[in-house]
């Protein structure tokens, strides 16, 4: 998905150089192609941002460990299986896809940086292929479980008595393999297709258009479930309590939305400039940062757990049992081998 900027020149060629190594001019061919041609960066008087590999190494397995737990939890605890919480559980498999594709792309460039592991350029190749379809599947799944969970709050506040007859687990489960599916296919397309600047539209247009939905879904939500809230109230004490519970994973959401916007927003406005002004000096600056957007990515796969944890009372307790439980056995073994 990134190698827009890709320098294809295999002599100075690692999956992530390919992003930062120079800065580029593209220009669009007859056909509608990217054209990508690159010049030395001090022209344009930016320093490009380095970044050691060591600490995407680290982001990524903490997010990994992170995101595992919660999946662990989900499927642990019977009281979260409810289909808000199996599109939280695809939520964080979304995540997982950026962290073991940043963690593996890492632990490459480290070997081949150390000398470790000589591989030829059509290894390289389908690497930087597999790991690009790993992050525009993580992307393109993540705004649309965003926006499951979103339409998923939208009828648990105005829908409650029909609630459960409207989204059922079956119907859960056809929606996250709707999703999974599309996603596999968009992310097929984009990476056959990548140098077409058809393909970089359809993916800026999606990111807008899922937020647009959602802010709509918002605006209603938030506007109306006050008045809603005290028509329930007057009728009935505990339907207040449970509007006040749906309320709040509606605000759980937006927090998850925001955060996902001021991690991915940088690069979706990479896109868009790449397409818009590729050779405009203010641009290429611009582009130059292109490793710091990565590393707001990965913090985004970072933060979704402990948000999930901190608004979730009950999978912040079956954290702790998992956390806890590991320790016991952790605690047990060493104590075996001691008597041993």
Known sequence: MVRLLADMNFSTYSPRSRYVDNSADAFYGENGTINVSYSNMSMTGCNRIMIPNELFLTLGLVSLVENILVILAIIKNRNLHSPMYYFICCLAVSDMLVSVSNVVETLFMLLIDQGVLV?????LRLMDNVLDMMICSSVVSSLSFLVAIAADRYVTIFYALRYHNIMTTQRAVVIIIAIWAASTISSTLFI?????IAVII????????MLIFMAGLYLQMFTLAHIHSKRINAFQKLRHQQQATNMKGAVTLTILLGVFLVCWGPFFLHLTLIITCPSNPLCVCYFSHFNLFLILIICNSLID?????????ELRKTLKELLFCSWQLHCFECLSCTKL
């Open 192 to 196: 056959v297709y990548y140098m077409n």
């Open 119 to 123: 591989v030829t350029y059509d290894i």
């Open 305 to 313: 757990p402990v948000i999930y944890a901190f608004r979730s009372q």
């Open 202 to 209: 359809c993916l800026i247009a999606f990111f807008f258009a």
